[in-house]
C-alpha cells in the first residue's frame, strides 16, 4: 500500500486537488488549490469564519473511528458553527499532520467524507496545508 512517505508533498497534493476538483468550478473561483491558499471573490455581505482542530487520542481514536468518518466529522465540527451563527457554509480549508507512513487509501478515505459532507452542504474545499507529523494524526479546518 502506498504511503505519503513515497508520495512525497507534492504527490499527496496533486491527489488531494484531484480529490476536491469540483471546488474549481464553485462560484466565486479565481484561483483554486495552490501554494496552501486559494482566491475567491466575496458575496457583498457579511462572512463568518471558523477553525477546529482534531488531534489523534484527544479528539477521535483511529481503532475506533475510520478515516472516512473522520474526515465528515472534521468538517461538521466546523459547519456546525457557522449554522449557530446563523451562516451557510462557502469554503473550508482542510490542514493535515499526518505520521509518513501514512498510506494513502486513509487519506483518501478522509478527503471522501470531506468531500461527501462538502457536497451536501453546498461547501467547496478550496485549499488547505499538509505537514509531516511524528505520531499522531493532527487534523485542522477553517
Given at each position: 500500500?502506498a504511503?505519503?512517505?513515497?508520495t512525497?508533498?507534492?504527490?499527496?497534493l496533486?491527489?488531494?486537488?484531484?480529490?476536491?476538483?469540483?471546488a474549481?468550478s464553485?462560484?466565486?473561483?479565481?484561483r483554486?488549490?495552490?501554494d496552501d491558499?486559494?482566491?475567491?471573490?466575496?458575496?457583498?455581505?457579511?462572512?463568518v469564519?471558523?477553525a477546529?482542530m482534531?488531534?489523534e487520542?484527544?479528539?477521535f481514536?483511529?481503532?475506533?473511528?475510520?478515516?472516512r468518518?473522520?474526515?465528515w466529522?472534521?468538517l461538521?465540527?466546523n459547519?456546525?458553527d457557522?449554522?449557530a451563527?446563523?451562516?451557510?457554509?462557502?469554503?473550508?480549508?482542510?490542514?493535515?499532520?499526518?505520521p509518513?507512513?501514512t498510506?494513502l487509501a486513509?487519506?483518501?478515505?478522509l478527503?471522501?467524507g470531506?468531500?461527501d459532507?462538502?457536497?451536501?452542504?453546498?461547501?467547496?474545499i478550496?485549499?488547505g496545508?499538509?505537514v509531516?507529523?511524528?505520531?499522531?494524526v493532527?487534523i485542522?479546518v477553517?
Amino acid at each position: 500500500m502506498a504511503t505519503v512517505r513515497e508520495t512525497g508533498e507534492f504527490g499527496l497534493l496533486a491527489r488531494l486537488a484531484a480529490t476536491v476538483a469540483g471546488a474549481d468550478s464553485w462560484p466565486g473561483r479565481v484561483r483554486g488549490i495552490g501554494d496552501d491558499a486559494a482566491i475567491w471573490r466575496q458575496p457583498p455581505a457579511g462572512m463568518v469564519a471558523t477553525a477546529d482542530m482534531l488531534v489523534e487520542g484527544v479528539h477521535f481514536d483511529l481503532a475506533l473511528t475510520g478515516w472516512r468518518d473522520l474526515g465528515w466529522k472534521a468538517l461538521a465540527v466546523n459547519l456546525s458553527d457557522v449554522a449557530a451563527m446563523g451562516a451557510a457554509p462557502l469554503l473550508a480549508l482542510i490542514s493535515l499532520g499526518l505520521p509518513a507512513d501514512t498510506p494513502l487509501a486513509h487519506v483518501d478515505d478522509l478527503y471522501d467524507g470531506l468531500r461527501d459532507l462538502a457536497a451536501q452542504s453546498a461547501c467547496a474545499i478550496a485549499g488547505g496545508d499538509t505537514v509531516s507529523v511524528q505520531r499522531d494524526v493532527v487534523i485542522s479546518v477553517a
